[in-house]
Structure formats: structure tokens, C-alpha cells
């Protein structure tokens, strides 16, 4: 948080944390040889609450528009996960 209280630099740094862990997670484990329930599981317990950490606070301060919601930067890194996989 920034101190004119904008939260743009705690979600741009989630994001990049998550891009690591994933990065990380994918060197570690053939995400491409395992099953699309145990790959879900592994990316919703160690990316996902990297992703989502502080969306409490930040994400009603974002313009709430579901038309351009997959051009976020918390679903692309999602959708990258999905493509990936």
C-alpha cells in the first residue's frame, strides 16, 4: 500500500510472487504427467493464495467490470496455469 493508500503495487506484486511460485512449482514437479484434478490441486494450494493475497482489501478498489475481467492480471496468470497444463 502505497501511502496515498492505492493498492496497485501490493496486486502487481502478487502477481509477480505468483509467477515465481508457479515457475518454481512447474522446475519441481511435470505438471503435463499428472491428473487435472491433482495439477488443480497443486496450483490452488501453492500459486492461488499468492495470487488472491490481500483481495479483501484490494479488490473492491478495482473497477468491477466483468466484460474485461479475463484482462486482469490475477486471471491471466490464471489462464496461464490452464494453458499450460
Known amino acids: ?10 496486486y502487481f ?3 509477480e510472487n505468483a509467477l515465481q511460485a508457479f515457475c518454481k512449482l512447474t ?10 484434478k491433482k495439477a488443480t490441486k497443486l496450483f490452488n494450494a501453492l500459486v492461488s493464495p499468492i495470487l488472491t493475497y490481500g483481495s479483501e482489501v484490494w479488490g473492491p ?3 468491477q467490470n466483468f ?7 490475477i486471471e491471466k496468470d490464471h489462464l ?3 494453458k499450460y497444463f
Open 27 to 36: 522446475h519441481t514437479i511435470d505438471l503435463e504427467r499428472l491428473k487435472p
Open 13 to 15: 506484486q502478487s502477481k
Open 1 to 10: 500500500m502505497t501511502n496515498t493508500g492505492n493498492f496497485t503495487v501490493n
Open 67 to 73: 466484460e474485461t475481467w479475463e484482462k486482469s492480471a
Open 80 to 82: 496461464r496455469f490452464c
Open 61 to 63: 478498489y478495482f473497477k
